[in-house]
C-alpha cells in the first residue's frame, strides 16, 4: 500500500512540475491570429496567441462550456470580461487540486511513517474535487457583484457629467464621449469602448450605453440611453440625468447602510461570545479556589 501511495504523489508532483514548465516555456505565436481582422469572438483571438499546440485545449473547454456538464454565468462573466473558456479551466484547475491534495497530505504522512487508510483519501479527494469544482462559481458571483457596485458608483458620476456636458450646450453624442474621456478606470473604459462600438457600428453612440447595460446587469445605463434619445432640449435632459443620478446615489447609500447594518447584526453573537469567554476568564479563578477549599 505505502508502495501504490508513493506512485500516487510522485505521479501528482510530476504533473504539477510539467504544468509550471509548460506555462512558463515560451511558445510561437500563430499568424493566423495576427491576420484574422474579422472574427466573431474575441476569445478566439485572444486563445491562438498561445500557438498552434493549444488550439486542442481551447476547444475542448469550448465544448465543455457548451455541454450541460458546466453551468456558465453568463451575466457574471461578461461583467468581469472573463471568457467562458477561461471560466471552465478554473473549474477543472480547481477539482484536479482538490483531487490532489489529499493525496499529497497522505503521502507526506507515509513518508513521516504516519500512513493513513487508502480509503481515507481516496474519499476526500473526490469532496475535495467537488469543492475546488464549484468555488470558481461563488468566486465569480463574489467579484461581479464587487465589480457592479463599482460600477454603479462610477456611473453616478458620469450621468452626472454627461448632465453638465448637455447643460453647456453640447450635443448628445459629445456629451456622451467627452464625459467618458474624464478618467481612465475599468468603468469608463467599457463606457468609452461601447460607445466607440456603436460609433464604429454606425449606430447612435446611446445604444452602445443600451448594449453595455445588457451585458453588465446595469439596467441604470439603459435609462440613460432613453433619456437622451427621447429628449430634444438640452436643458430638459440635463434635468432628468440630474434627478436619475440623485435618486441612484439615494439607492445606493440605502444599499450600503442595508450592507452596514447586516454586518454589524453578524458581529453581535463573535462580540458576545467573546464577552462572555473574559468574564469566564475572570471567574475561572474564584470558582477554581472555592471547589478546592470546600
Known sequence: ?????????????????????????????SLRAAFTLANDDADDLTSERFGRRHVWARNTLRSLSESSLVRIPGQSLRMLELSRERFTAHKLLG???????????????????????????AGLS??????????????????????????TQGMIAYLTLVALERRAGAGPHQALMEAAEVADSWVWRRIRNALDHAMLQRRPTWEGLRDLSRDVGVPEL??????????AEGTAVADNLLARAKSLRVET????????????????VPVAVLGLCFVALLLFPVVMRLTTTV
Do not use: H, K
Open 253 to 268: 447609500l440605502n444599499a450600503q447602510r442595508r450592507a452596514a447594518n447586516e454586518v454589524s447584526e453578524r458581529l453581535v
Open 1 to 29: 500500500m505505502s508502495i501504490a501511495v508513493y506512485i500516487l504523489v510522485g505521479a501528482a508532483a510530476g504533473l504539477g512540475f510539467t504544468f509550471i514548465i509548460a506555462g512558463t516555456m515560451a511558445t510561437t505565436p
Open 95 to 121: 477539482a484536479a487540486a482538490g483531487a490532489c491534495a489529499p493525496i499529497l497530505v497522505t503521502g507526506t504522512a507515509a513518508v513521516v511513517g504516519a500512513p493513513l487508510p487508502l480509503a481515507l483519501p
Open 126 to 151: 473526490l469532496v475535495a474535487a467537488g469543492v475546488g469544482f464549484l468555488l470558481p462559481d461563488a468566486s465569480v458571483r463574489t467579484r461581479a457583484q464587487r465589480a457592479q457596485d463599482e460600477f
Open 222 to 231: 439603459a435609462d440613460c440611453a432613453d433619456i437622451i434619445a427621447t429628449s
